[in-house]
């Protein structure tokens, strides 16, 4: 814990994130629990490329120690967590950092009774144990431990952290830009990305949501415990796993008669047909979660089954809809002119005609539904596919009820990629005018207008 009167700084490890949301994530899981996150970091543009580089650590004033550890009980963008005892370009700088670290907030770490082990870590280098021993060595006359040696299971875990990762033509630094040293606090859940690792999942589909991404989505959704989460078009429901572990209750839609009822044949090579336990409930189950899981049903996004008579249901929709590349973008309808429904033999399933479900279309009744279903505050995250040369930020859609939040995007290939989106839900009085979604680009209207750019 930090002193009394003291203000003690956190370093934050990244993950590589393409997709640079890891401020998004972490100022979410702020609000989620109720505090708010200031972080003020420029980007850092690659001097090779000019593009906006990765960010590899962040640090954290101005924060208290209980509410850091509440960030990394969420964060999947974090890896870990430090006390921040010194930094400094050099080695020098560092160790003058150090030494200017209060006595009174490092003295606990230094007892008799303290086992200790300090580990190097080179971002953007391998650091050879050789290297790794002379810098511990370059630390001793700062760092006086009384403590055993304990690498396995130490009292205090120290990490000093050099970054490279400023590359200039393929090639690390000479020197680092940075040396930082801090005492770890805690992990975050990367872990999560192998408990729930599709690999190991029996239930998934071609479109199944990456772990990481599901775990990030959740995150930006702002779902904790309790809330309730709607995903329109669930799939194998793989974004209603992290949302499960958070604590949400979960429920779903799809169109895919054979995804919601188990049947057909499995996605997974060789794997033959679907078996009955081949279902988001049981997937689930397996993973402890049942408790969580309110229903899926079978029904179309264009005209869903939530009639919410004006009720506000969720607390978060996480979504990622078709975009007609690996599965058709379809809803209920017909093109014939009077089409005839069937009546109905009791105990036979009728398939409903399907027709096209333009993009334009698949965009706006979400964001209609969001705006209708949504608790103000309450979150929506989805992806959102564009031609590249086509992006503006106008193609995004935009409804007077949500706010949007955050942008980013996840190239796929040279030529296209996805944006995932979050939108806020504001307060009804806060709107005047009759709320419609509306996209005032027309990059999504006619069929397969995505697919056929994607495939052109
Ligand atoms: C990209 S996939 C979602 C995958 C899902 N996130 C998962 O992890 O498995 C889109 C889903 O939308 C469904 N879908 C397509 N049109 C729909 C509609 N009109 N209403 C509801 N679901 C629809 C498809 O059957 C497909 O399962």
């Keep these: 814990q930090c002193l009394d ?24 899981v702020a609000q989620t629990f109720g505090f708010k996150l200031n972080i003020k970091q420029k980007a850092k543009i690659s001097p090779t490329t000019g593009k906006t580089d990765f960010t590899k650590w962040i640090i954290l004033q101005e924060i208290a120690e209980e509410n850091v550890l509440k960030l990394m009980s969420r964060s999947v963008c974090a ?28 003295r606990d770490c230094f007892k008799e009774t303290q086992s200790f082990a300090i580990r190097v870590k080179g971002i953007g280098k391998k650091m050879s144990s050789e290297i790794q021993r002379e810098r511990i060595d370059l630390l001793e006359d700062v760092l006086p ?62 479109t199944s949501m990456d772990v990481m991404l599901s775990i990030l989505m959740t995150n930006l959704g702002g779902i904790n415990k309790n809330s309730v989460v709607c995903d329109p ?12 572990h958070f604590g949400g209750y979960v429920i779903g839609g799809d169109i895919n008669y054979n995804i919601i009822h188990a049947r057909g044949r499995s996605s997974r090579k060789g794997a033959g047909w679907r078996q009955k336990d081949e279902t988001i409930r049981h997937t689930l189950m397996e993973y402890g979660l049942r408790s969580q899981y309110l229903d899926v049903l079978l029904c179309d996004a264009a005209c869903h089954a939530w009639n ?21 973008c379809q809803k209920v309808g017909s093109k014939k002119q009077n089409p005839v429904v069937p009546e109905l033999e009791p105990g036979l399933t009728h398939f409903p005609e399907q027709t096209e479900y333009h993009l334009e279309d698949v965009f706006k009744d979400l964001l209609n539904f969001a705006a209708q279903s949504l608790v103000a505050g309450g979150r929506l995250v989805y992806w959102l596919p564009v031609y590249r040369a086509d992006y503006s ?58 697919r056929d750019k994607y495939f052109s």
């Design 5 to 28: 009167g003291f203000k003690c700084k956190y370093l934050i490890l990244l993950a590589q994130d393409k997709l640079l949301a890891h401020i998004s994530e972490l100022e979410s």
């Design 79 to 106: 890896m870990s967590a430090f006390e921040l005892w010194g930094s400094g370009s050099d080695f020098s700088l560092l160790k003058q950092s150090i030494l200017e670290y209060p006595l009174e907030q490092k």
């Design 145 to 206: 431990f009384q403590g055993k040696v304990d690498l396995v299971n130490p009292s205090g875990e120290f990490y000093l952290v050099e970054d490279y990762s400023n590359r200039v033509q393929g090639q690390p630094p000479k020197e680092p830009d940075a040396i930082l040293f801090g005492r770890l606090l805690c992990n975050g859940q990367r872990s999560l990305i192998e408990r729930y690792s599709l690999k190991k999942r029996k239930f998934i589909g071609n």
């Design 233 to 244: 078009f669930v799939g194998t429901g793989s974004l209603l796993i992290p949302a499960a």
């Design 308 to 328: 919410t008579n004006g009720k506000e249901l969720f607390d978060a929709i996480i979504t990622d809809p078709p975009y007609g590349i690996r599965e058709a």
């Design 393 to 450: 930020p106008k193609v995004i859609p935009t409804h007077s009820l949500l706010k949007l939040m955050y942008n980013h995007e996840q190239i796929l290939n040279s030529h296209s990629s996805r944006r995932l989106i979050v939108m806020e839900k504001l307060t009804k009085e806060n709107v005047t005018e009759t709320a419609q979604a509306v996209i005032s680009s027309s990059v999504f209207s006619g069929h397969n207008s995505f």
